[in-house]
């Protein structure tokens, strides 16, 4: 069982910045050569995907909303996955989840086809 625990999220003003984490654990995904990802939904929205990183190779992939502003990263030392973001706006407050495993090729990555997802840690963005 895989088990993906993300955590960082919080309130702060416009233009402030945070950082999210995404812990993985367990067995069935072999994090080092693995895909994981970040998504986002608000209330009433479709979930949208943020940022996707192949592990191995460090390819990373973004919505066009958020290039620019947010970067995500991986620390293969501790199976974790992360996603700076900066310059923050109110319409990125969301619920943000960690995904892993897509089930599709890249061009994929940021549409919601994933085998493991976490709880989500809420980011909200005051005006």
């Known amino acids: 069982q895989v088990t993906l625990a993300e955590s960082g999220g919080g309130s702060v003003p416009a233009g402030g910045s945070l950082r999210l984490s995404c812990a993985v654990s367990?067995?069935?995904?072999?994090?080092?050569?693995?895909?994981m990802a970040w998504f986002r939904q608000g209330p009433g929205k479709e979930r949208e995907g943020v940022a996707a990183i192949e592990i191995a190779g460090g390819s990373t992939y973004y919505a066009d909303s958020v290039k620019g502003r947010f970067t995500i990263s991986r620390d293969n030392a501790k199976n974790t996955v992360y996603l700076q973001m900066n310059g923050l706006k109110p319409e990125d407050t969301s619920m943000y989840y960690c995904?892993?495993?897509?089930?599709?090729?890249?061009?994929?990555?940021?549409?919601?086809?994933?085998?493991?997802w976490g709880q989500g840690t809420q980011v909200t963005v005051s005006s």
């Open positions: 995904a892993a495993d897509p089930r599709g090729w890249a061009s994929t990555y940021l549409r919601p086809f994933y085998n493991f």
């Open positions: 367990g067995s069935g995904f072999s994090f080092s050569s693995g895909v």
